[in-house]
């Protein structure tokens, strides 16, 4: 079993930064992405942002150019760099992995709320 523990989140105001993490813990071996997914009440759960094992990123159309993924791989963390945050991008958080492949098995983090306000 693969454990993810998120960290960040809170209130910002708009045009503010946040900068989420999540580590991994448990079978980490063979991990193959990880990726952040959000969901705000009454909409459907949707990527944020992925990072593949080779590097390779994809974005959220909304979030391209204001949020980063990184990745730490001694630590076995995953960051999410959000900057000049909008209204729209309320949501809980939440950190996912997969392990071997695509149609592996999927393990997600807690979740945490991330409230843009003024």
Excluded at 25 to 34: L, N, Q, Y
Excluded at 82 to 108: I, K, S
């Amino acid at each position: 079993q693969v454990q993810l523990v998120e960290s960040g989140g809170g209130l910002v105001q708009p045009g503010g930064s946040l900068r989420r993490s999540c580590t991994a813990s448990g079978s980490i071996f063979g991990i193959s992405a990880m990726a952040w997914y959000r969901q705000s009440p009454g909409k459907q759960r949707e990527l944020v942002a992925s990072m593949t094992n080779d590097g390779t990123t994809n974005y959220n159309d909304s979030v391209k150019g204001r949020f980063t993924i990184l990745r730490d791989k001694p630590k076995n963390t995953v960051f999410l760099q959000m900057n000049n945050l909008e209204f729209e991008d309320t949501a809980v958080y939440y950190c996912n992995a997969v392990r071997w492949g695509p149609q592996g098995p999927n393990y997600w983090g807690q979740g945490t709320q991330v409230t843009v306000s003024s």
